[in-house]
């Protein structure tokens, strides 16, 4: 079975500052790990995916994610933060196989102060 | 970019009643869409698998029950929370994969359907 856990449920940082929000995740074959952001009663938006390509994802809004097979991490960092960064993060694995669904972490809320 | 909807955006239903969610793929074909719902400040969690033209795979401690889902297009996929209690508040998220899609990870999700039960 897969799984992926958010270490921190709050991260808090200031404007200007780095981001980093932890995850780590189980996985009896390969996965695809993905990153997604969700802002107060919305849906999700992708910000990056992991598919076996290149280990340092790269998405949207300045993120970057690195895959880390040996630590089982997919950490999501970004070098400064802005204010409209402040949301909820969710780290995700699905396998590789045709037709599975995403499997959650718990989420992580990030708030940025100026 | 492909566009998956959900109608309505919000719904508010009477405690013993029943709504029907609608989940749709704007412009292309899916064959497997799933059902998640997210409890405020909480993650998702999967509900269910839907494949059109088959009976949907529940998760574990989902009641089929109580929570139908049709997929009977290639575009469509209805969520019905059938006599619907106040614990059944929540919001309900679908994804949906690209028939064409060759690689499993093309899922995309809908804007998500607020539902309140009074």
């Known amino acids: 079975a897969q799984s992926v856990t958010q270490l921190g449920s709050h991260v808090s940082v200031s404007e200007g500052a780095l981001v980093l929000l932890r995850c780590n995740y189980s996985?009896?074959?390969?996965?695809?790990l993905f990153w997604y952001v969700q802002y107060p009663n919305q849906g999700l938006q992708l910000l990056l995916k992991y598919t076996s390509a290149a280990t340092l994802v790269k998405g949207i809004n300045g993120f970057e994610a690195e895959f880390k097979k040996s630590e089982t991490s997919f950490h999501l960092t970004k070098p400064s933060a802005h204010m409209s960064d402040a949301a909820e993060y969710f780290c995700a694995v699905s396998d590789i196989r045709a037709g599975t669904a995403l499997i959650f972490g718990k989420g992580t809320t990030l708030s940025v102060s100026s | 970019g492909a566009v998956v909807s959900q109608h309505p955006s919000w719904v508010i239903c009477k405690s013993g009643t029943s709504v029907k969610i609608e989940c749709r793929s704007l412009?292309?074909?899916?064959?497997?869409m799933f059902w998640y719902r997210q409890f405020p400040k909480q993650s998702l969690m999967l509900m269910a698998t839907?494949?059109?033209?088959?009976?949907?795979?529940?998760e574990q401690g989902v009641e089929k029950d109580k929570f139908l889902i049709n997929h009977a297009s290639l575009t469509l996929s209805t969520l019905t929370v059938t006599s619907a209690h106040p614990e059944d508040s929540s919001f309900y998220i679908c994804?949906?994969?690209?028939?064409?899609?060759?690689?499993?990870?093309?899922?995309?999700f809908g804007p998500g359907t607020r539902l309140t039960v009074t």
């Open positions: 412009d292309f074909q899916a064959t497997t």
């Open positions: 996985s009896s074959v390969p996965p695809y």
């Open positions: 839907s494949n059109e033209g088959s009976k949907a795979t529940y």
């Open positions: 994804s949906a994969r690209d028939q064409r899609a060759r690689l499993a990870y093309e899922q995309y």
